[in-house]
């Protein structure tokens, strides 16, 4: 069986200064891709005739296509900071992804996850068919940092932070 994307739930934070306000990325959003971009290194050794290559690191990024919806407040967030033409760490903040298929915990609205920081490119908005849509790319500022998150109080913990259950 195929996994569906629907049981993938996408957040960002959409919350200003220290405290995190997770907004949930789905309705408005019609595509939200997860693209790793593995750097590769080539090396070729006297005795072969082939090059050996290896995996050196990852240039990750996150191509979306939003409609722009005033009420949502994921979409307005990153609509914001294309339209106001934020830059540097005005354009900054944490995604998290979370895999609604792998519950943690007993709660019953914990799932594995993983939050990164991210830059937020708006690189255009757009006329479809008479409504507007927005796309562009998260990109990776950090590395993954794996943990859970419910889902309920939509609060991200790391694995360093959470309590071993027996």
């Known amino acids: 069986m195929v996994k569906e994307r629907r049981f993938i739930a996408d957040y960002i934070n959409a919350g200003t200064g220290a405290e995190a306000k997770y907004a949930f990325m789905g309705t408005g959003f019609t ?42 407040e994921a979409v307005m967030f990153i609509c914001n900071i294309g339209e106001k033409e934020l830059t540097g760490p005005d354009a900054e903040t944490d995604y998290v992804k979370v895999d609604l298929g792998k519950k943690v915990g007993s709660s019953g ?34 590395d993954w940092e794996f943990g859970k998150f419910d889902t309920k109080t939509k609060t991200f913990t ?9």
């Open 109 to 142: 609205s914990e799932f594995e996850a993983r939050r990164r920081r991210v830059a937020v490119e708006v690189a255009e908005f757009t006329n479809n068919d008479g409504e507007m849509q927005a796309s562009g790319n998260l990109l990776g500022k950090s």
């Open 31 to 72: 595509d939200l891709n997860d693209s790793p971009s593995a750097q590769t290194t080539s090396k070729k050794y006297i005795n072969n005739k082939s090059a050996t290559k290896s995996i050196s690191g990852y240039d990750w990024t996150a191509p979306y296509t939003t409609d722009v919806i005033p009420d949502d």
């Open 158 to 166: 790391p694995e360093a932070e959470q309590t071993p259950t027996e």
